[in-house]
């Protein structure tokens, strides 16, 4: 491709400019794609390097970062380099002088954008022969009255001076230095302050010692570097610290809030004084409660999430100022707080924190508050008011009542779950939640609450009043006991929902005015709405509710058989017509789940057989002997043991956290840091440092970390291949990051080596590798990256393209796959069983696998499972109890924000050498993450469990 612009008559310059711009470009994105292009130099510089246009300058710009500068070297040079004869000197093209001589005129050039857009492009320049003759015209920018000029001019000499040292600028350092005295523009002193602190960090720590009182004034870009500075000197030299806390406290009440940010996690970093985690978590609190930005406060929530391990009284004292966060209306926050705040409750702040938390509660019972959060946010609450009445007693009383009022709402069941555990635990609350529970029955309209409630009422109503009271109240809900409805009633019903679903009818008339003139009138008229005054539990009941009958039969099984044993508040003609009552209840639920067909109709044998079983209890003696000590005590005993293996789980998780010793053996030798080599007092990175320090806090899985770099390396060539490659893929939540390390094997230079990637699903390429000359025997290292969109199985393949200098054939390699696998993307999290519930009801991809594996326990199929897809197990288990069946929810998010749903249902067979049988369904919104966790989870369950 030969690129030649020549216009002798400069007739139309727009026209002229424009062209030029076009040729230029296609040029540079030519050269990117691997073309030398090496006759098209002089022409550039002949009509396009003395323009005046200012786009143009900007693709001159580009294009001498791209082009190449030096000659190629000729075969002999590079034999007898690889034949061990001297190495390769690069000469410079001649050309390039010219190229120099129009550089230097723009750094002299009036105008002060051409100064500082040149100066700026010399910032990208590496080579010494180019920047040599420029460096009089940098420093002479130094003192422009332009800032912008300046701020440029301070940023070309910090990248000479650190590219070649004393040989370009040697006295760069001293030059910024007097620079930085005389400097009132923000951005250019920020610029010169980098350099010092970069290239001679005395001169620096000196200047700033100088200026402390004006460290605030000099902006935030000089603030942080100010930071920086401070971790990198304590870190090497703990006694400097006195040094720079007057600078830090100063910072921490800055009006910017990422300098009081980094102040904060600064002095968190350096000391565990008390006094500098108060000063910090005060500024944590303060930005939390003062940004809007809800990246911002999730960010502040993580740095007092970190604090919250070793500094827990402090955080107690700034609790109340963290909970003021729940006014935020993304409810992520929301949680995050309530996370943070209870794991520091404590005795002396509970009642506060419990009423801040009523107060939330409170504030939701309109429409609007629960449309702008959802009831998601007021389960939150409810669950976190739980918490603190479990572990303290004292409040209890004071939020059950609260609560109960939520029973009718989207919260009841979390609500109800509250109250079953609270009415275990605290006798003496008994009474006044179940005169509550029972004033709250009619109002209650979901099944599964109305379950929980009677179990409640029919294990905890032992004395005669609430016991007489809760089956008044039941029997009055159910009315008459029959649950069928009647031909008529069923019209009726079908009737009116038909006219409320037909809306208003117009009726349209002509009409007489007084005046004697016709008019048309037009009518409106409303259906009257059908008035359903059906108590929710009956109404349940005949729509064919067939387990809340079975607890109703249940209920009133318990009651009557605890009337019969208090004859001193029962008589037996009382007990009789409440064992008639519930019998005739029964037998009316019998009959209605044998007519009505639902959708529970496929569980009606189960149903049966238990309600005769409470029938029986009432009718047999004997049978009444034997059912009334299981059906009046191991129900409540079984819950309440349920309860106990809980708190014991929960206190011995705590105790886990607590007591992690550290790994450090008594034979371990100690590390004085004083008295290491000189090479680290010198202010080189100490790398035995955070080895000594992980050992010393517990931390285990250093070792490991090797192994799961190696886990993500592919080899994408063979060995016998005239080209190695490999590649080290980094995921990180949206991006792929593929280091790919080529091995020249051949004795000739490999030129215009380009690896020309492809993939396969919600991939996308954005950084395409470069392409590169490789020497004989020689490696080098392309990065690219990749764009990742959705939680789905991906490939990367590609080829690798280059031709021989020797012999100018070009060659072509293709590569192995790169699988990137779904447990990349997937992390273990918990939600709710209502949650769970809910969105698997709502997720519409499900994807069904049959099990087939050779392990034999439950449990360990179980734990093989979770492992193997990297989920969280919801359904709480003990591995000491035996049974011939298991059913689990996991739960997992992916960093996208996708929800995976499973659920594990497996059988022992006894007749077939004890193997498990049974299916894992997968559920979610997408179909790509079903799919490949149903792929993930087939190729894992075959085998054995991996033993860590």
């Known amino acids: 491709m030969i690129l030649s612009v020549h216009f002798p008559h400069e ?46 300058k900007k693709l001159c710009m580009l294009y001498w970062e ?19 004869g001297p190495s390769i000197k690069r000469k410079m093209l001649p050309e390039m002088i010219l190229v120099c001589n129009a550089l230097m005129n723009d750094l002299n050039h009036p105008n002060e954008f051409v100064r500082g857009s040149m100066l700026r492009f010399l910032c990208k320049v590496k080579d010494e022969e180019i ?24 940023l070309a000499v910090f990248h000479a001076h650190k590219l070649f040292g004393d040989n370009i600028i040697p006295d760069g350092p001293e030059l910024i230095n007097e620079f930085l005295m005389s400097e009132t523009d923000i951005s250019a002193r920020r610029n010169a302050f980098l350099m010092l602190f970069n290239q001679d960090e005395s001169l620096a720590i000196q200047f700033l010692a100088n200026n402390m009182d004006d460290v605030g004034k000099y902006g935030d870009g000089f603030a942080l570097l100010v930071l920086e500075l401070t971790r990198r000197v304590c870190r090497r030299d703990p006694n400097q610290k006195s040094r ?30 008390p006094t500098a985690i108060r000063a910090a978590a005060l500024t944590y609190t303060n930005l939390l409660n003062s940004q809007n930005d809800n990246n911002v406060k999730m960010i502040v929530l993580e740095r007092l999430d970190g604090l919250k391990k070793n500094h827990t009284k402090i955080l107690q004292e700034l609790l109340m100022d963290i909970l003021r966060a729940l006014s935020s209306p993304n409810p992520d926050i929301c949680k995050k707080v309530l996370d943070v705040a209870m794991d520091i409750v404590n005795v002396r702040n509970v009642v506060e924190v419990v009423n801040t938390l009523k107060r939330e509660v409170s504030k939701l019972e309109g429409e609007d508050a629960v449309e702008a959060k959802g009831s998601y946010y007021r389960g939150m609450l409810i669950r976190a008011i739980h918490t603190c009445a479990v572990r303290f007693p004292q409040v209890a009383e004071s939020v059950v009542h609260v609560l109960m009022d939520f029973l009718s709402s989207d919260s009841g069941m979390q609500v109800i779950i509250f109250v079953r555990s609270i009415i275990e635990q605290y006798e003496q609350l008994r009474a006044s939640i179940l005169t509550k529970l029972l004033s709250s029955l009619d109002d209650i309209k979901n099944n599964g609450v109305l379950c929980v409630s009677l179990w409640i009422l029919g294990e905890y109503c032992e004395a005669p009043e609430s016991l007489e009271e809760a089956f008044t109240d039941i029997s009055t809900l159910l009315g008459e006991a029959s649950f069928i409805l009647k031909t008529d009633e069923k019209q009726a019903q079908e009737k009116a929902a038909a006219a409320a679903a037909a809306g208003p009818k117009m009726v349209t008339k002509n009409v007489v005015l007084p005046d004697g003139t016709y008019a048309t009138q037009t009518v409106y008229t409303e259906s009257k709405k059908f008035a359903d005054n059906t108590p929710g539990l009956r109404k349940l009941l005949i729509e064919g509710d067939v387990f809340l009958g079975s607890v109703v039969s249940s209920t009133l099984t318990k009651m009557c058989l605890r009337a019969g044993d208090l004859p001193d508040a029962f008589t037996p003609q009382t007990t009789k017509d409440m064992t008639m009552k519930a019998l005739l209840i029964m037998c009316a639920i019998v009959k209605m789940a044998e007519t009505t067909v639902t959708a529970q109709r496929s569980s009606l044998a189960d149903c049966s057989e238990r309600i005769t079983l409470c029938t029986r209890a009432l009718l047999d003696p004997e049978a ?90 592919y ?43 492809s993939t396969m699903g919600d991939l996308k390429i954005v950084e395409r590798p470069q392409s590169q000359n490789i020497g004989p025997l020689d490696q080098a290292t392309i990065r690219a990256s990749i764009k990742v969109s959705s939680t789905e199985t991906g490939h990367i393949f590609g080829t690798i393209v280059y031709e021989d200098a020797a012999s100018k054939e070009k060659f072509y390699i293709n590569l192995n796959d790169i699988h990137m696998d779904i447990m990349d993307y997937i992390r273990p999290a918990n939600c709710t069983d209502e949650v769970f519930r809910s969105m698997w009801a709502e997720f519409e991809w499900e994807n069904k696998v049959a099990i087939t594996t050779s392990i034999t326990e439950l449990s360990e199929f179980l734990n093989h499972i979770v492992t193997s897809t990297n989920m969280q197990c919801l359904t709480p288990f003990d591995n000491s109890q035996q049974g011939t069946f298991l059913a689990a929810n996991l739960y997992a998010r992916s960093v996208f924000g996708e929800d995976a749903l499973v659920n594990v249902s497996v059988e022992k067979k006894e007749d077939n050498q004890g193997e498990l049988a049974g299916y894992i369904r997968i559920r979610s919104k997408t179909q790509g993450i079903a799919l490949s966790l149903g792929d993930r989870i087939t190729t894992q369950q075959r085998g054995p469990p991996v033993k860590k």
Request: net charge neutral; hydrophobic share 40%; glycine share 4%.
């Open 131 to 154: 920047l040599s003759p420029l460096a009089p015209s940098i420093k002479a920018c130094l003192s422009h009255k332009h800032p912008y000029v300046r701020k440029n001019a301070a």
């Open 66 to 84: 791209v082009v190449p500068k030096y000659q190629e070297p000729t075969s002999e040079e590079i034999h007898a380099a690889a034949a061990g």
């Open 244 to 273: 720079f806390v007057r600078v830090l406290l100063e910072m921490l009440s800055s009006p910017s809030p990422a300098v009081s940010y980094e102040a904060a996690w600064t002095l968190v970093s350096l000391s565990s004084a």
């Open 715 to 757: 080899q994408l060539s063979g060995f016998a291949d005239p080209v190695y490659a490999e590649a080290f893929v980094t995921v990180r939540d949206y991006d792929i990051s593929l280091e790919i390390l080529v091995i020249n094997r051949t004795p000739n230079t490999l030129s215009n080596l380009n690896i020309e990637l």
């Open 11 to 56: 007739s139309s310059q727009p026209l002229l400019h424009q062209i030029k711009r076009h040729a230029l470009k296609a040029a540079i994105m030519a050269m990117l794609g691997g073309e030398a292009m090496p006759s098209i130099l002089m022409q550039v510089i002949r009509f396009c390097i003395n323009s005046q246009d200012k786009p143009l």
């Open 624 to 713: 009444s002997a034997l059912l009334k000590p299981i059906m009046l005590g191991k129900g409540k005993a079984a819950f309440g043991s349920f309860l106990k293996s809980l708190k014991d789980k929960e206190s011995k998780d705590s105790k886990e956290d607590k007591n992690v010793a550290p790994s450090v053996q008594a034979d371990d030798l100690i590390h004085f840091r004083q008295l290491r080599s000189s090479a680290v007092a010198s202010g080189e990175l100490d790398l035995d440092d955070g080895h000594d320090l992980a050992r010393a806090t517990g931390y285990e899985g250093g070792s490991s970390l090797l192994s799961s770099e190696l886990n993500h390396v």
